[in-house]
Nanobody, 121 residues
Framework: QVQLVESGGGLVQAGESLKLSCAAS????????MGWYRQVPGKERELVAT???????NLADSVQGRFTISGDSAKNTVYLHMNIVKLEDTAVYYC???????????????WGQGTQVTVSS
């Protein structure tokens, strides 16, 4: 199993910065990558940023130039550096990890409990 613990959400003013952190603990799984998704009420969960174990990064167009993702694959940690936040960044942010059981090829997804980020004007 893989368990994810997030921290760092809260209230932030537009234009400021916030950092989200996530740490994974795993038993019997190889983690191939980690990342962040977000969701607002009434909408589907959307990708914000992901990072694979070899460092490949994927960022949503809406956060390009403002957010960055970093992490340590050996420690199974991932961070989301949110800069120049906007009102529309308000959402519940979920940490995601994807990986496989040892010796298996099926990719499974795991989710954190979510952390609220609220941007005020």
């Amino acid at each position: 199993q893989v368990q994810l613990v997030e921290s760092g959400g809260g209230l932030v003013q537009a234009g400021e910065s916030l950092k989200l952190s996530c740490a994974a603990s795993r038993t019997g799984f190889i983690i191939d990558g980690m990342g962040w998704y977000r969701q607002v009420p009434g909408k589907e969960r959307e990708l914000v940023a992901t990072r694979t174990g070899n460092g490949d990064v994927n960022l949503a167009d809406s956060v390009q130039g403002r957010f960055t993702i970093s992490g340590d694959s050996a420690k199974n940690t991932v961070y989301l550096h949110m800069n120049i936040v906007k009102l529309e960044d308000t959402a519940v942010y979920y940490c995601n990890a994807f990986g496989r059981r040892y010796g298996r090829s099926l990719i499974q997804n795991f989710w954190g409990q979510g952390t609220q980020v609220t941007v005020s004007s």
